[in-house]
């Protein structure tokens, strides 16, 4: 957990003005700032989030926010596959600390690889979500002019993400994994709604269905 | 129920599940070794599809803008092994610059 800790912190900062923004956006769709705090408290995915508040403050409804966010997480399915195993003990156990999987938590505790620690992931997972929820609920109630845009949070995610998969490339089969997943994923993106793109370039990783 | 409510119940509990099916349904058992080979190529291939839509998507757009050198300072960042904390913070910086100056 302490590990986790320290593997966290540096994007505490950027999770907490992350939900701070999300707490603004939401209040200006029209959102509650209870719901948006429960919002950050269970589902715990910003993009997600971020994807259903625009919808609705769209007037997209109901029914269209919940599957745009909806398909933007159903990537936890296979990530959350790929740590499934270490996951021990009891079913409430194990569906309580299932809910700190979250895209960085899963990439810094080496998530889909032979040295993925669990303790770490809830370690990340944790201390994201205290700053993310604790972020919403400031960004919410204070309701300020936070736009994540100006503040270059948009490009920082995707930086991060790129340093994340730096940390994966080891050897030529997670190299044409990356390759074709990036490749997927372009390919995708202007034929199918956001999220899809991501859960289609999984198939990318049948490059590992070969033994070496 | 407000519209607000509604959706953040749905999404909330649609996420538990989806978090937990790999925890829940297959936690505690083993894999068979050629299916742990193919899950750990996930990864990378996850992590390449999130920088490609973090970056290029917008919408169902593909577009080049301030992002792109954000991208580009992180990478270069990554390249000089830089920490964790500083490819962010080139990111963002760099975005955020190129978003005010361009």
């Known amino acids: 957990m302490r590990r986790g800790l320290r593997a966290a912190a540096p994007l505490l900062p950027a999770a907490f003005v992350f939900g701070a923004s999300f707490g603004v956006l939401a209040r200006a769709a029209q959102m509650g700032a209870a719901a948006a705090v429960v919002f950050s408290a269970t589902t715990f ?74 303790r770490v992931l809830l370690g990340v997972g944790a201390s994201l979500w205290v700053a993310w929820t604790g972020g919403t609920a400031v960004g919410a109630v204070a309701g300020g002019a936070i736009d994540p845009g100006s503040f270059g949070l948009d490009g920082a995610f995707a930086a991060l993400f790129l340093a994340l998969l730096a940390g994966q490339l080891r050897g030529r089969r997670a190299a044409a994994a990356a390759a074709g997943g990036a490749a997927i994923a372009a390919a995708l993106t202007p034929f199918l709604p956001a999220g899809l793109p991501i859960i289609a370039a999984t198939a990318a990783a049948l490059v590992g269905w070969r033994r070496p | 129920m407000s519209a ?99």
């Open chain 1, 45 to 118: 995915a910003g993009s997600a989030q971020v994807a259903a508040v625009s919808v609705l403050g769209a007037g997209g409804g109901v029914a269209a926010a919940v599957a745009a966010a909806l398909l933007l997480n159903a990537r936890y399915a296979p990530i959350g596959i790929t740590v499934a195993e270490a996951f021990r003990g009891r079913f409430l156990r194990r569906l309580a600390e299932a809910q700190l999987v979250v895209d960085e938590s899963w990439a810094l505790s080496g998530g889909g690889t032979p040295r993925f620690d669990r």
């Open chain 2, 4 to 102: 607000a409510w509604a959706s953040v119940l749905a999404v909330g509990a649609g996420t538990v599940v989806l978090k937990a099916l790999g925890p829940v349904a297959v936690g505690g058992r083993t894999l068979p070794p050629r299916l742990v080979s193919l899950l750990s190529m996930l990864a990378p291939a996850l992590l390449a599809a999130l920088v490609v839509t973090e970056a290029f998507a917008s919408g169902r757009r593909l577009a080049i803008d301030a992002r792109l050198a954000g991208v580009a300072a992180g990478a270069l960042a990554v390249a000089l092994r830089a920490p964790l904390w500083a490819v962010v913070l080139a990111g963002a910086a760099a975005t955020a610059a190129a978003r005010h100056f361009l």
